[in-house]
């Protein structure tokens, strides 16, 4: 810096001083004013001569002279309402009289935090400027200014190195969150309860390509299964928080409560079950800043379905620069090869406001880990060539077209007054498969057994009619190939006008057939709001927001078998459709009271609409066909009805329903003593359908000293029953005692549930406690330690199926339900059981350095366990007794108890060194339980702990140009193969813990500019 600049800044400090300064023998009075014309001009010199750290280094030295500095002990009463930081640090300046230099022009640009209490300047000053670009710097001599955050020179490379980790949240926990209070935001280790909070840049450093499995990996707690033939399932896969359903964890979005899905898991993997949760992988991951994991029940705060934890998604809000990123990878296997594009852009709006804007492409092949089924192999070795090798595949379904958009952006209308909007979108294409439909014994299609000889016989459609015309053989099925039988080639042969008049589905699936299911999902929201400081200290948020989710099923390579040879081959079977509408007012400020520290107190309203819409299908997805069974008349040929594996919706089960609900809200925060901080919060809420609920919420946290501290909480928490499981009807194939059957899910209200001991659905209940302790050492290393149990009574779920008998169906049909005749069996949601869940979530987290190198190293690790401690118990004509029986079954206990791991861990250390950057994880997934196919037939797997290690490499190539390289389960670690595989073909367990893919090897490069 040249000595002329110096001088001139000199002159200009002396001028701001010449008043009130005296020489540095005396004693130096304070200002009667705080900042004076002279020091705003000193700032604007100072950011247009030299935007230099140096100079910052040297303007900024003379800020406070030694014997000004201002003694810790003095404490002042502050009363500063939130607002530009030039007009913030001037009225603060003037109530503690004093003097503070500061870079004005970026002063001009930063929001403060409100301030109100009784405070020493520099906690003051931490308190005001919390959050924001400015930082305050303490001198050698204990002098006070302000400086710009990214103007501060790190002490050392390797400090530098490890804050910048620290800061990009690598080992995503140390980071500022404000999910779980309505009070300032706070860092995982000054949360009174559990919180993680992961960063854009460990997102990234895995090869997943949707967010919820890289939540998945960083956060033990949380377990997400591959569902790779469950129905509705297979398309948003339910994501389970610390052992609960995927709909007992609140979704926000900057936050703002998010929608939920479309999706049903009518087939949830024992667990999730009939569960309605949000669909996380439509959020994309490349326009996240920081994900906040809330593990703790927080259904006080932010209502219904928060009784798990609450998981927040922070977008980007850059005003410039961005990034753009490709990424391609497969599987060791050979297939799941992934193409993804993301993009991310700021740009800047007038002088503060900021537009974000992304959108992320990516498309994903299937994957198989299959091996031939028993029944396939059977008929191959009898000489059926016509046969696919697999009959049926298991594994990851077909990602087409998956699109994602962002939006994010907010402007300042006045000096008090903020516009927000974020918006997202979302669409993809979903393929997969269904169970394999043996040519010789699938029921409905290919053959029809007696119940009372139990003889299997051919199913033929007579074309001109029963007993009409030319008659069609019978033949009898046995484990001998069908198409040898010489009467079924009588059948095929149609040059001759008996083959002309009978048709078999053999003609056309000689070797059988598999369906193909899958769906396009839409997905859609946006929230507008305002933020409004008023001149009572009061500050004013006030939202709406709308949500909306879409899936428009399709099935091909199927038949519906009652229409015969006049069937297609591909249907629509309908869709559902979920609208949310919601308006929040909220206020909030800081007020002065006994305690020495002001008491944040927060308090709002909050409206919110659901919608749930259910779209019929087309007509020959549902239709009853000439050729189809219909007792009690008889039979009629004797084909089932409906597009084989998912029966179109009909209309008479298409509509839409509705449910308005209310709710207000109170949240108290405060300082006992310095050490000693409290939390309430309570939170009424009135439904339109079922009524109301009251909830709370205490939590605390106590410092012991300056390294350890103690913190808790216990709440009471809700789940309303959804408006789609109220009164969703859905017809689905899958595996009971008697093996493949159409398994109809009906709404409690129906007849058919209704005959079977159904009744109207009520709210789940819970009881949360939390305790734990934490340990901050040092900027450095932080641990946390925290035990949680969770009692949930009257959990919502679908009954396991329940066999409807000849006389049920008689009994429905004569009171105006012929459909009745079209189900094997029925499920229905009900309040059924009540479950305890407790466990252990541990966190370690240290940064240091060695040699050249940076490290961040992180352990984390959960233990949950769940018991069933109650089940409903049905009436059940035993003989002729009536006897209470618990329509779970053991297999069904079992797995809501143990399909999850126990145990799950994770070790990951991050380290960097110039252009380089390396990321190793370590993986570990206790063992599991899984009731193979939900048959509860006695297909019981106990799956071995598997344990899988991730490595990356990032080389900055060039300064903006990045080169990724890296292998999830690097090793190819897989769990123990099926011993049931030859039942459906899965090589190994679905639900296995650890995923049945294997290694997954991938590249990327990304782009960044400014």
Not at 277 to 303: C, F, H, M, N, T
Not at 306 to 324: S, T
């Amino acid at each position: 810096m040249s000595k002329q600049p110096i001088k001139a800044i000199e002159k200009l400090h002396a001028l701001a001083c010449s008043a009130h300064c005296l020489s540095k023998n005396r004693t130096r009075k304070p200002l009667h004013f705080s900042l004076i014309s002279p020091l705003y001009v000193v700032s604007g010199v100072l950011f247009f001569l030299a935007p230099t750290q140096d100079l910052y280094a040297q303007s900024e030295s003379f800020a406070l002279p030694k014997e000004q500095a201002i003694p810790k002990s003095d404490a002042y009463r502050f009363s500063i309402p939130a607002q530009n930081a030039n007009e913030a640090l001037t009225e603060l300046a003037k109530q503690a009289n004093t003097t503070l230099l500061f870079p004005f022009d970026l002063a001009k640009k930063v929001k403060t935090n409100a301030l109100k209490g009784t405070f020493t300047l520099n906690e003051a000053l931490s308190q005001l400027l919390e959050g924001t670009p400015l930082a305050v710097v303490t001198d050698e001599s204990g002098a006070l200014s302000i400086r710009s955050r990214a103007s501060l020179v790190a002490k050392g490379k390797q400090q530098e190195n490890i804050q910048k980790k620290v800061d990009e949240g690598s080992n995503g926990l140390e980071k500022i969150a404000v999910v779980g209070t309505r009070n300032s935001p706070r860092s995982a280790v000054d949360s009174p309860v559990p919180l993680d909070v992961i960063g854009s840049e460990t997102l990234k450093s895995q090869g997943n390509s949707d967010v919820l499995s890289m939540l998945s990996v960083m956060v033990p707690s949380l377990n997400v299964n591959d569902q790779p033939i469950n129905d509705a399932s297979s398309l948003v896969r339910p994501a389970n928080l610390r052992g609960m359903s995927s709909d007992h964890t609140l979704l926000l979005l900057n936050g703002k409560r998010r929608h939920r899905s479309a999706v049903i898991t009518f087939l949830g993997g024992g667990l999730s079950d009939g569960a309605q949760g949000p669909d996380i992988s439509v959020i994309p991951a490349y326009a996240l800043k920081q994900v906040e994991v809330l593990r703790d029940g927080a259904a006080a705060q932010y209502g219904s379905d928060a009784i798990a934890g609450v998981i927040n998604f922070v977008l980007k809000d850059a005003r410039k620069g961005g990034q753009v990123a490709l990424k391609v990878g497969g599987y060791s296997e050979g297939d799941g090869e992934l193409f993804q594009v993301q993009l991310n852009k700021g740009f800047a709006i007038g002088e503060n406001g900021f537009l974000n804007a992304t959108a992320e492409y990516r498309h994903q092949n299937g994957t198989s880990r299959s091996v031939q089924r028993f029944d396939a192999q059977s008929l191959i070795d009898q000489g059926n060539i016509f046969i696919a090798s697999p009959s049926q595949v298991w594994g990851a379904l077909d990602v087409n077209e998956d699109i994602k958009l962002a939006l994010n952006a907010g402007a300042d209308i006045s000096s008090t007054s903020q516009f927000y909007s974020f918006a997202t979108a979302a669409r993809r294409e979903i393929n997969g498969g269904f169970y394999y439909r043996n040519p010789q014994a699938r029921e409905g299609v290919f053959s029809r057994t007696d119940p009372t000889t139990g003889e299997s016989r051919l199913i033929v459609a007579d074309l001109d009619g029963l007993e009409s015309g030319i008659a069609c053989p019978s033949i009898l099925l046995s484990n001998s190939n069908v198409l040898l039988d010489p009467a079924y080639q009588l059948i095929a042969d149609n040059t001759t006008a008996l083959g002309a008049n009978c048709f078999a589905f053999n003609e056309w699936f000689p070797g059988g057939f598999t369906p193909r299911f899958g769906g396009t999902i839409t997905d859609a929201s946006v929230v507008m709001g305002i933020k409004h400081e008023m001149s009572n200290g009061w500050a004013l948020d006030a939202s709406a927001t709308l949500g909306y989710s879409d899936i428009e099923y399709a099935i091909s390579n199927t038949v519906n078998p009652s229409l015969g040879p006049q069937t297609p081959t591909s249907f629509s079977p309908g869709g559902v459709s979920q609208v949310e509408r919601t308006f929040n007012l909220d206020f909030n400020k800081l007020i002065q009271a006994i305690f020495d520290d002001p008491v944040s107190i927060a308090m709002g309203f909050e409206w919110r609409k659901e919608t749930y819409f259910q779209k019929a299908g087309d007509e020959a997805s549902y239709i009853a066909g000439p050729f189809a069974l219909e007792p009690p008349i008889g039979l009629n040929q004797g084909f089932s009805i409906g597009s084989n594996g998912f029966p179109g919706y009909q209309p008479q089960s298409a509509g839409h329903w509705s449910r308005s609900n209310w709710a207000v809200y109170a949240d108290l925060e405060f300082y006992v003593t310095e050490a000693w901080q409290f939390g309430v919060a309570t939170r009424a809420e009135h439904f339109s359908d079922f009524g109301s609920t009251f909830d709370g919420k205490l939590s605390t946290r106590y410092r012991l000293n300056d390294v350890f501290a103690l913190r808790g909480s216990v709440n009471t928490g809700f789940k309303a029953p959804t408006v789609g499981q109220s009164n969703v009807i859905n017809v689905t194939t899958a595996y009971g005692l008697n093996g493949l059957e159409d398994q109809a899910t009906l709404p409690p209200t129906d007849l058919i549930s209704v005959q079977l001991g159904a009744t109207a659905l009520t709210p789940e209940e819970s009881l949360n406690y939390s305790f734990g302790l934490v340990m901050n050492a040092s900027e450095v290393f932080f641990a946390t330690l925290d035990y949680f149990n969770i009692r949930l009574s009257d959990r919502i779920s679908t009954t396991s199926s329940i066999p409807l008998t000849d006389e049920d169906i008689n009994t429905l049909i004569a009171q105006g339900r012929p459909d009745a005749s079209r189900y094997n069996s029925a499920k229905y949601f009900t309040n059924d059981f009540d479950t305890k869940t407790q466990g252990v979530d541990l966190v370690i987290n240290y940064s240091f350095a060695l040699d050249d190198w940076s490290n961040a190293l992180l352990l984390a690790y959960n233990w949950t366990d769940t018991q069933v401690e109650r089940v409903t118990l049905y009436p059940v004509l035993t003989g002729s007794e009536v006897q209470l029986q618990p329509n779970l079954t053991e297999a069904r206990i079992r797995m809501l108890e143990d399909n999850l791991p126990a145990h799950r861990g994770s070790i990951t250390l991050e380290q960097s060194k110039g252009p380089w950057a390396f990321t190793w994880r370590f993986n570990y997934y206790g063992k599991f339980y899984e009731d193979h196919l939900d048959a509860s037939a006695g297909l019981d797997i106990y799956g071995s702990a598997l344990t899988t290690f991730d490595a990356q490499l990032a080389w900055k190539i060039l300064p903006d140009t990045q080169l990724t390289l890296g292998a999830q389960n690097l090793f190819d670690a897989l769990p123990d193969e099926n011993p049931f595989m030859g039942e459906v073909g899965a090589l190994y367990p679905p639900t296995s813990p650890g995923g049945i893919n294997g290694a997954f090897y991938y590249a990327g490069i990304e782009y960044t500019f400014k």
